[in-house]
T-cell receptor, first 111, second 112 residues
């Protein structure tokens, strides 16, 4: 069964810290992996998309890495800010038409 | 681009009533997905279409749920009859090949 797990489930940190959110998946035959952000009561905003042939992607203070052989991805957030507070979801694509989501990491950054 | 547009944003209905959720994908996207999100189960894929054709509906909970995509710019998810356990946020998303998903803002459904 294809499963996606995210650790930790929740994280609370002071502003300015560098963070690492983890995502693991059971089936390494992936097409791509996407990180999303979801604010309370809102939809999902795409942050980064990594194709299976890539090792990492960067956007501003965010960096996502992918290690297919170990079935892992990490989302690194540099110099965290209160505005980064949200739930972060990892989603793994096993073909071009299907995405399986993890349960998310709920992040709170306090001033 | 206006993104993926869902309507209504909120829906409150009584048990037993028919509910229709609507989605307009991003122009040019060839796949459309319906997801349901609850606290207990997270995000669950209900059904997805490719080039307007339903490909996998194994996530549809039961026969009370149905989805259609009559053309490339419109899809509906219908629940008939609705039940309180159907209360959730329903998301529509669209994509083009391997270029990642774009989600709509969701429809929050409450069945009382």
């Amino acid at each position: 069964k294809q499963e996606v797990t995210q650790i930790p489930a929740a994280l609370s940190v002071p502003e300015g810290e560098n963070l690492v959110l983890n995502c693991s998946f059971t089936d390494s035959a992936i097409y791509n992996l996407q990180w999303f952000r979801q604010d309370p009561g809102k939809g999902l905003t795409s942050l980064l998309l990594i194709q299976s042939s890539q090792r990492e992607q960067t956007s501003g203070r965010l960096n996502a890495s992918l290690d297919k052989s170990s079935g892992r991805s990490t989302l690194y957030i540099a110099a965290s800010q209160p505005g980064d507070s949200a739930t972060y979801l990892c989603a793994v694509g096993y073909n071009t038409d299907k995405l399986i989501f993890g349960t998310g990491t709920r992040l709170q950054v306090f001033p | 681009d206006a993104g993926v547009i869902q309507s209504p944003r909120h829906e409150v209905t009584e048990m037993g009533q028919e509910v229709t959720l609507r989605c307009k994908p991003i122009s040019g996207h060839n796949s459309l997905f319906w997801y349901r999100q609850t606290m207990m189960r997270g995000l669950e894929l209900l059904i997805y279409f490719n080039n307007n054709v339903p490909i996998d509906d194994s996530g549809m909970p039961e026969d009370r749920f149905s989805a259609k995509m009559p053309n490339a710019s419109f899809s509906t998810l219908k629940i008939q009859p609705s039940e309180p356990r159907d209360s959730a946020v329903y998301f529509c998303a669209s994509s083009f090949d391997d270029y990642g998903y774009t989600f709509g803002s969701g429809t929050r459904l409450t069945v009382v």
